[in-house]
């Protein structure tokens, strides 16, 4: 069992940066992949990013490239989404979620944070 606690979300204006971090506990952390999702209000859930057990392989939407960056900490078993020149369309619930290196789906998930990208 993995629980994952996202922080960091909050009201930041167009062309601003937030910081979100997700901090896990349980299973050993190294050994999951783990992503980004995020939910806007009347849509379904997407993915944003993800970094591979190693954190090697790195993953993004083609909409947050260039934008976003993920990064992982192993010894503090956290993953963190830099997220720079927010646009307004980036507003949404965002949520950390692991899977482990077996699964073909994540399976563990985080109660997720709230992003708001508003003049």
């Known amino acids: 069992q993995v629980q994952l606690i996202e922080s960091g979300g909050g009201l930041v204006q167009p062309g601003g940066s937030l910081r979100l971090s997700c901090a896990a506990s349980?299973?050993?952390?190294?050994?999951?992949?783990l992503g980004w999702f995020r939910q806007a209000p009347g849509k379904e859930r997407e993915f944003v990013a993800s970094?591979?057990?190693?954190?090697?392989?790195?993953y993004y939407r083609d909409s947050v490239k260039g934008r976003f960056t993920i990064s992982r900490d192993n010894a503090k078993n956290t993953v963190n989404l830099q997220m720079s020149s927010l646009k307004p369309e980036d507003t949404a619930v965002y949520y950390c979620?692991?899977?482990?290196?077996?699964?073909?789906?994540?399976?563990?998930w985080g109660q997720g944070t709230q992003v708001t990208v508003s003049s």
């Open positions: 970094i591979s057990w190693s954190g090697v392989v790195i």
């Open positions: 979620a692991a899977r482990s290196r077996s699964a073909s789906e994540y399976n563990y």
């Open positions: 349980g299973r050993t952390f190294a050994d999951y992949n």
